[in-house]
């Protein structure tokens, strides 16, 4: 029997996207579900509601609380948590590359290792000596990875990718999005769409 | 042996706070916390934020989502919910019966009782004529209530609640506060911010 499947959309700069990231493989695993991983860019969709910056960071007591929370939640999963600064960092790169290695089989563990790059080991996602460290590591050329990621096809591929999102009423990562259309929105959701998806 | 205490910070007018109310007494119980109810007024807090409305209302996507996942919760508790008409409701002077009550026996029973005649019955809190009912039942004349909760020292009382909870830095309700400063905000957070205050 096909698994049910849950699609996991995040954007690389998004703080709760990287526990989201961190947790989801082995809770989809004990729940008998496959994950689609969907990078997408926060960037476009912030500014369709009027935001030009981080809700974080446009609304300060927000922004102390979302940084203690992560504190709490990494220390409760055994995660490393370091403030990334700057913040939010520049994550078209990334979730570039994260497109080219989705469609091979390398894409869920360079977006784990790309993840613990930016917020364990505070390292700026934005450069692009972060993403070819990651790549390397992974046993590839950087040059020719990121030559196939800056692809006229692979920049349209992302684009389409954050307009499903924006079409899904997704306004924030992560999210998840169910065959149903139901969406759930926060890291913390993560457990009831897991759950959804197996009605 | 003292139990821990674990403060509830809500409004009336807020939708996620309607779920905890209806959740914290049977899950405090499980946990051998206790539970001071802190109702307080978002407007405020808000407007510190540049804010004048419910960031439902401000940003369209959420408050669509926000919907959805309402009906979704309640049913998973099994509450009723109907949206409210107009949203958000004028809980100011729920909020200082609250005040009264909860400095008497009957406050937490007037709370829930309020949540459910906005939240499932579909009266609006900010008519005069919805909180009396409620007080009815409780067995109250109205009038003395109101009296109560319209002198200087409990309208004071209630600025100095809302003055606390922006101390606190909160930001939105609900929010779950402990005796060493931690804040946990929104529902799905009880149970975590239960396990906090537990330790």
């Known amino acids: 029997m096909q698994k049910p499947t849950l699609d996991f959309w995040f954007d690389f700069a998004s703080t709760y996207s990287y526990v989201a990231a961190m947790r989801i493989a082995q809770l989809a695993g ?17 500014h369709a509601q009027g935001m030009d910056n981080s809700p974080f960071n446009l609304f300060p ?3 102390r609380y979302m940084w203690r ?18 913040f939010p960092q520049n994550s078209l790169m990334a979730a570039r590359v994260a497109m080219v290695g989705l469609q091979a089989d390398w894409g869920e563990e360079f977006c784990r290792r790309l993840f613990r790059a930016e917020f364990a ?12 460290a990651v790549l390397i590591d992974l046993g590839f050329k950087p040059a020719d990875i990121v030559a196939q990621a800056q692809t006229d096809a692979n920049r349209a591929l992302l684009r389409t990718q954050t307009d499903a999102a924006a079409g899904l009423h997704i306004f924030g990562a992560p999210t998840f999005s169910t065959a149903d259309g139901e969406i759930f929105w926060g890291n913390d959701r993560l457990e009831q769409a897991l759950a959804w998806t197996k009605k």
């Open 30 to 46: 004990q729940a008998s579900v496959s994950v689609r991983w969907r990078p997408f860019l926060l960037g476009p969709i912030f």
């Open 61 to 63: 007591v927000k922004g």
């Open 69 to 86: 929370d992560m504190e709490r939640l990494c220390a409760d999963i055994g995660a490393t948590f370091r403030r990334p600064d700057p």
């Open 121 to 132: 080991d505070g390292h700026d996602i934005g450069k692009a000596e972060t993403i070819a």
